[in-house]
């Protein structure tokens, strides 16, 4: 159809009542669709424009009426009616075609509404210059840009941030000696290949070792004990400092007594930050990277692949420290091509196994390390400074302010939950929570979460941006009440439900997130199918999905 109509009414803005929206086609000339197709004049590029009328109500001009007696600024503006533009027509004052709209809170709030929420939640100047079109008041603008869109909850929650990350990098100290301080982190799920689908890199953050431990899956904390006994302990001992992940192994109750017997000070990562372990994540980088080049079309061999792929990486210099791995562990490089001539190999053994007395590889090696150190420190200042280029303001929050929290890094476990789910319709910020805990020298925050996200409360700055309270004196109807409970006979709370929103496997049965009326969802619990059986949401919600 070339010339369309629709009727969504009457659709209530507060106290503004839309009767009709109206879509229009227009050609070059003005005329509309419909005319075009009845005489035949429409061409393949004709419609230029597209045109939406919106009819509001009888009721809304009365009262526009009756609130400029009361308006004193629109009181004055009677009396230059004539001049500057003004105009009044049926009772009503015009600023050229603009209707001026007098001091009613919720109009205003309400043409806001229309002109921003109703119209798709666009930024600030598609929106306005919806709203300019047909009204005119005071600070119209002022109040628009810098009051009702940044408060508005519903874009705090769906808009993806265009800002540069806040904080600065703050790098972790250098160790003290070689094999003092490692980090252990999981490569999986991998390939199975000879019984084996994960691995476990042990990195020495001095940069003089790497172990790669083949392990599986579902290995517990008893047996990867064992395992990195064998490969780690047995090589290097006991080391001072260990940083991870919050893994399932490592924040084990076995896993925590069993370094603190040990005497090694474990050190675990914030939620999302994947930073807080650099060391780790670089080594995967570059185990991965390796063994692309070892593996066939079938995703096998790796296992065979790995001695060969350690070997390479401790035979690399290190960028950071400016040494191999092998050299500051053993003073010397491995021989990797042989000598060509036979007077090489005997000046080889005069010159280097004859000559060189052991104190001097001692001290060679101590030299090293040395250095070493010097170089890996100003490898951090200079990575700071290059990762502080490119990051934002910092945002100091205090113990109780309300912030945001991104949901970026739980969008794969959402789309896990059901099929036919993606992530680009998840919101993008979740909340707001309290600020419980502020370590402002690493901007790291601890967040009061509900019980139900089973995640670790502390995030970086990064994952945080502050939340825009609504200002209940110039919109106070956009303000959600929050209902108490009601008190059954049996002396328990009950609140209403609002929504089923969700639900996950527990056990043989089923658990349901279920949102509450007047409350936001980031305040909804996760419930038992049994205690939600009767439940008309249930019912709504089990006819919305696939797969029942």
Known sequence: MLHESRSFGPLKYGHVAVESVTLVLHDKEGRDAAWCAATGSLGGDAVTAVSLSVTTNAGLLERVRAWYTSDKWCAKLKGMVGSLGVAEHNGLLFLADRLIVPKIPDVRKSLYRLAHDALGHFGFDKSYA???????????????????????????????STRKAPGSLHPLPVPDGCGEEVTIDFIGPLPLD????????????????????????????????????????????????????????????????????????????????????????????????????????????WVRALPRVRFAIMNTVNVSTGFSPFQLLQGHLPRVIPPLLDDDIRAACDDASVACAAADVIRNIETDIMEAQDNLFLAKVHQALMANAHCGAQIAYAVGDRV????????????QRGNHRVAKFMVCWDGPYKVLHAHLEFLVYTLDLPSHMQIFPTFH????????????????????????????????EEFDVKAVTDRRRHGRGWQYFVTWKGYPKSAGSWLPGKECENLAALDTF??????P
């Open 130 to 160: 919806t709203l300019r079109e047909a009204y005119y008041w005071p600070n119209m603008r002022r109040d628009f840009e810098d009051m009702y869109i940044p408060l508005c909850k519903e874009c705090q929650r769906n808009k993806s």
């Open 194 to 301: 000879e019984g084996y689908d994960c691995l476990a890199t042990v990195t020495d953050r001095m940069g003089s070792d790497l172990q790669l431990i083949l392990t599986t899956m579902d290995v517990n904390e008893e047996q990867f004990v064992s395992q990195y006994f064998d490969a780690w302990y047995c090589n290097n001992g006991l080391s001072k400092v260990v940083t991870s992940n919050r893994d399932k192994i490592f924040t084990s109750k076995f896993w925590q007594t069993l370094q603190r017997l040990a005497g090694v000070k474990w050190k675990m990562s914030m939620s999302f930050h994947p930073q807080t372990d650099g060391a780790s994540e670089r080594s995967n980088k570059t185990v991965i990277q390796a063994l692309r080049y070892h593996v066939g079309p079938n995703q096998k061999g």
């Open 404 to 415: 945001m929290l991104s949901m970026f890094h739980r969008r794969r476990k959402y789309m």
């Open 461 to 492: 700055a990064s994952l945080l941006k502050p939340f825009h309270n609504n200002n209940s004196m110039l919109f106070p109807s956009r303000e959600y009440a929050q209902p108490g409970p009601v008190v059954t006979p049996d002396g328990e």
């Open 542 to 547: 089990l006819a919305s999905v696939d797969d």
